[in-house]
């Protein structure tokens, strides 16, 4: 039956679940807040360089490519993809870095080099991790996480130590190298929480790492959401930017009926929200919310950041697409971010430089320069703290890379705590959703399905199957699977 379906926000979750809502033949509209689509993957054009806001790491091409052929595409349709040579490089000090290259056999190399013996041991660990991933990423996430059997098959129940060890013990078991190990543990970070918070089972997340790759959609990641646009308005998704939605207005038998947008009822038959869960709760009356205060206080939420849109008049030397800082204790930074929240006093980071791969991202002769340092989520954010860390990384970036660059500033700008609360509506502005740890994962995520409010959906980052663009595209069919049935 057509239903006339109010999609809340147009993060990749929404236009997910947008075009598969509509290709189902439902009268679907998107509603954002903001004057762009895309949720957390916005663009920034200044002075001729472009800058991607949010996401920047293309992983995992076959969930995008699984998406696309849905709609009777592939990704070259849509965008050129690059394979990047090296993937990123692991900078411990001056003059010391780790490349990742775009094969198994280059990565088996660097690590022999770091630690004799240690690439057969690589070489174990990734077929684990590639089992994982297959299992993982062609059914488990897949699934909407209503129940806990739904994480119990023959498959499974063979990989149950696989829930009971964490990353960061597997690693440490195996790998003495304290640069491997940093290495090793860096793609969980994606998943929000600390590896040794994190189960062994997420170990697929090194299987997308090494064995998948490290991916640039020519000119950024928002052709990712360009191409998903140009999608859901093919199967007659309506777009609304600038629109807040103010309320979620639920009848006397407990349905969700309609939207209030600048005072006007909006009426509609089912509503989903892609905008941040704890945010979309507070759009109800509080006896239809299903989460309290309390429960969001409790959660592990993936970090939030503070970031710096730098435009450099040169080209800049020793660095490649992706560059992670690791060259401080990661342990104590991750302690300032879960344990015991506050501002780290010496900070690593990640500096993205797109157009030493990609020349369309800066005017020429020019360097296009995104940093990012994760910080606690709900962290005091003022711009004196703002330009204090600046200077900071950047004297950082000067030394480890051995050349000028505060001199070369055209012009930075920078987007932090405040921001995200204010542009996104996130919960103490986290920047990626809810951590996958144990206990947060699957069935004990907060549910598609509001169970007080009838025709209430959710899909997203805080919702299943978790944090990451290609989780998002799969939330987003996942809860249009749930509303197609009924349930
Ligand atoms: C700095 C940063 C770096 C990241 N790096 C990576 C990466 O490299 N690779 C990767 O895979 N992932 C990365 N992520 C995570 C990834 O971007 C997110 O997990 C994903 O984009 C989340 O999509 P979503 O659909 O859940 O929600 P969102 O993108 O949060 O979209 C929600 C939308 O709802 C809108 N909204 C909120 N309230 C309302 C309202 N009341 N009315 C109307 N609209 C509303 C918001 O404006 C927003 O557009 C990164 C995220 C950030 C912030």
Redesign the pocket.
Known sequence: MKRKIAI???????LSAASYLAKAGHEVDV????SSL????RQLKKNGFTFD?????Y?MPDVFESFYNDFGKTTSDLYELERLDPGYQVVFGDKDAIPIGDSLEKIYTVFEKEEPGSSEKLRRFMARAKENYDIAIKDLVYRPGLSPLELVTPVTIRKINYFLSTIKKDVYKEFKSPKLRQILQFPVL?LGAKPSNTPSFYNFMNWADFGLGTWHPKNGMYRIVEGMVSIASEMGVRFHTH???EKIEVNSQGKAEGLIIEGKKISVDIILS???YH?TEG?LDPKYRVYSESYWDKKVFAPS?L?FYIGLSKKIKEVYHHNLFFDVDFDRHAQAIYDKPKWPDNPLFYANFPSVSDPTMAPKGKEACFL?IPIAPGLEDTPELRKHYYELIMDRLEKLTGQELKTYVEFYESFCVNDFIE????YKGN???LANTLLQTAFLRPKLKSKKVKDLFF???LTVPG??????LI?GKLVAELIQKGT
């Open positions: 809340i926000g147009s993060g990749f979750s929404s509603y954002e807040k903001n895309g949720g957390r993957a806001m949010g996401p920047s790491w992983w994606f629109s807040s939605v892609g905008a941040d945010h759009l950041s970031l990012l542009t996104y509506n996130s920047a990626y959703g899909t997203g980052q944090p990451g663009v290609p989780p998002a939330s």
